[in-house]
């Protein structure tokens, strides 16, 4: 049944559920992190769509059960593989930015001037690294799985998700999304602010550093050994 209380009650829900899904300190929010305290500020934009873009997508295939494919496949430890291997590659590269002693002034500056290929690269990067997070799948799923009974208790009858309350409920996951990170980037530029160039460089050498440990984690623990 459609009614504008369902409809403004999933809104509700998704900004709930998307807020949650941002919110953990996993690889794509210390991504984020890096990106920013590199000085990237406008590559950051794209970057944090694309990832938003890639976890909607995980909603939609866990709330439309599409989700009952992957079981008893690999498909979901290739994920974990290459996503590891991914957030590793990133991490060495950050690392790697983080000791390179040329100037970056001029990265400071937030000009117009970017050409459309780096916009599309820093999206799909940004889709990649969230799309082969398998942690964020499973998040999807459980949530999918516990809505009925949410649902159920809060309308007092059985709501099924069809494909229009679904795109309503990824409605609310975006705007829960945009307002992490939003909060997060404020957070980002409060810290920017306060710290040295000295402190800021430590800080990305231990973000990249944890990066490297937390491919390593998703790559063998999450992809490997479940091949």
């Known amino acids: 049944m459609f009614t504008l209380v369902v409809a403004v009650s999933l809104i509700v829900f998704g900004i709930l559920f998307g807020f949650i899904s941002s919110t953990p300190l996993g690889p794509i929010n210390l991504l984020v992190a890096n990106h920013y305290l590199s000085h990237k500020k406008l590559a950051i934009v794209p970057f944090i769509f694309g990832i938003i873009l890639a976890d909607l997508l995980l909603a939609f295939v866990a709330f439309m059960g599409f989700q009952s494919l992957l079981e008893g496949s690999k498909i979901t430890a ?12 990133f991490g060495v590269l950050g690392i790697v930015a983080a000791f390179n002693k040329k100037d970056t002034s001029k990265e400071n500056e937030v000009t117009l001037a970017v050409s459309a290929k780096k916009i599309s690269g820093d999206f799909f990067k940004g889709m990649a690294l969230c799309g082969l997070n398998p942690g964020l799948l499973v998040y999807w799923v459980a949530i999918a799985s516990l809505q009925q009974g949410m649902f159920e ?20 996951i975006t705007l829960g999304e945009i307002l992490w990170f939003v909060f997060f980037i404020k957070i980002l530029k409060y810290g920017a602010k306060k710290f040295s160039d000295k402190i ?3 800080l990305r050498t231990v973000i990249s550093g944890i990066l490297i440990l937390l491919g390593s984690y998703l790559m063998i623990f999450e992809g490997i050994l479940k091949l």
Do not use: N, Q, R, S
């Not at 290739?78 to 590793?88: Q, T």
């Not at 208790?153 to 609310?172: A, K, R, S």
């Open 78 to 89: 290739w994920v974990g593989a290459i996503g590891g291997v991914l957030v590793i590659v």
């Open 153 to 172: 208790d809060l309308f007092e009858e059985h709501i099924t998700l069809g494909p229009l309350l679904v795109i309503i409920l990824l409605i609310g």
């Open 200 to 202: 800021l460089f430590y």
